[in-house]
Structure formats: C-alpha cells, structure tokens
C-alpha cells in the first residue's frame, strides 16, 4: 500500500520556466512532509520541508505547496535550472516528532537547456 | 564535514554468503535508519534505531539485522543473502531539525 504516491515518473522543463512535481499522500496522520533531490551515483539530499499547520513554504527558487483537504503537495522551481535535473523524492511522517519517513516513489526532472 | 559513511559502495555477493554493509555519521545524531531503493518503489525503509541499542523493523526489515551498539555506527546485517535483495541501499541519520543526512549509497547485487 503506497501511502505516498508520485504519479508522474519523469518530467521535463524548458530552462528558465517553472517546473511542478507533484505529490499524493492517503494517511491523514502525515502532519510533516519534505522534498529530497537525488543524483546519480549520490544520497538523497534534503531540499525543503512544510509541516501541516502552513500551506505554503519558500525557500529561494523552489516552493513548496500543501493542500490538506486534497492530501496532496507539490514542489515548484522557478526559474528551472539544468542544475535541477536530478530525481526528486517527496515524502511523509506521522505524529511530529516520530522521524520515520515514508517515501514516495520519485519523479525524474530533466531541464532542457 | 557533516556526513553519513557507507562501505562498500558496491558489492557483489552469491546467494548465501553473509555480508555486512557498515554505516558511520559523525553529527552525534541519536536516529539512524536503513532504505533500499527499488525501481519504482521508491525508498522503503528496512530498519530504524532511535539511540543506542533501540532498534525496530521499518517497513521491509525480512532477512536484514541491524544493531546500534555505539551513537555513530548503525550496520546493516545480510545473514544469507538472496537475489530479490539486489538493491540500492542507503543509510540516514537525523537529528532534530528532520531532515535526513543520506550517505552516499551501497549497490548490492546478490547472484
């Protein structure tokens, strides 16, 4: 049971203009969620985080969106860069304070130059 | 410079052969835990420990063992390997501000 759900496996972008990636979640307990970028051949690296009491978080280029009522998160670039061209992983806790995190399965963004 | 150590970073093993894959950070966080990656599956956690000698079952923990017998080092036990444990594993730790430190990955193959 995917509790944490990126249904689009890859994107791409033109350079310069906005990137979304999306992210679905089914357990109402997730009070917490964060977006990591992977490269290849490296570890997830953590990008931005939202807890559940805020709908929106910004941290330079990239925004994070939560809507509650549709349990779904999105991540916004802009302006994209190739630089962003990475794996990028949404994921989910349960009760603040309990660090396990639930994983999504990852959407693959390619910047077009 | 804060990082979480894995080795080997690759590692091919036969079917059987017990193997340890070692996890070291050097930030004094209390929480580490284990993934593997799998296509399309995303990361799926094997095994957590809150502190030393705490440890629990993630979401795929069969045929894994962990142990957590000082802060830094975390091991993640493969007592008899099989195939369908072909995997990219990844080791975290976290301290308070949550967000996990990754290390850089270990690509199993089991034959």
């Known amino acids: 049971d995917q509790q944490v759900k990126q249904n689009s496996p890859s994107l791409s972008v033109q350079e310069g203009r906005i990137s979304i990636l999306n992210c679905d979640y089914t357990?109402?307990?997730?009070?917490?969620f964060l977006w990591y970028k992977k490269y290849p051949a490296e570890g997830p690296t953590f990008l931005i985080s939202?807890?559940?009491?805020?709908d929106k978080n910004e941290d330079g280029r990239f925004t994070v969106f939560l809507n509650k009522s549709a349990k779904h998160l999105s991540l916004h670039i802009v302006p994209s860069q190739p630089g962003d061209s990475a794996v990028y992983f949404c994921?989910?806790?349960?009760?603040?304070?309990?660090?396990?995190?639930?994983f999504g399965t990852g959407t693959r963004l390619t910047i077009i130059p | 410079e804060a990082q979480v150590t894995q080795n080997p970073r690759y590692l091919i093993t036969v079917t059987g052969k017990k193997l340890t894959v070692t996890c070291s950070q050097n930030?004094?966080?209390?929480?580490m835990s284990w993934y593997r990656q799998d296509p399309g599956l995303g990361l799926r956690q094997i095994y957590y420990?809150?502190?030393?000698?705490?440890?629990d079952k993630g979401d795929v923990p069969e045929g894994y063992k962990v142990s957590r017998k000082e802060k830094r080092n975390f091991p993640l036990i493969l007592e008899s390997p099989s195939p369908n444990q072909t995997s990219l594993y990844f080791c975290?730790?976290?301290?308070?501000?949550?967000?996990?430190?990754f290390g850089s990955g270990t690509r199993l193959t089991v034959v």
């Open positions: 975290a730790s976290s301290g308070t501000n949550y967000g996990y430190t």
């Open positions: 357990n109402s307990m997730f009070d917490y």
């Open positions: 939202i807890s559940s009491i805020k």
């Open positions: 994921a989910a806790s349960a009760n603040f304070g309990n660090e396990k995190l639930t």
């Open positions: 930030m004094n966080h209390e929480y």
């Open positions: 420990s809150m502190n030393v000698e705490v440890t």
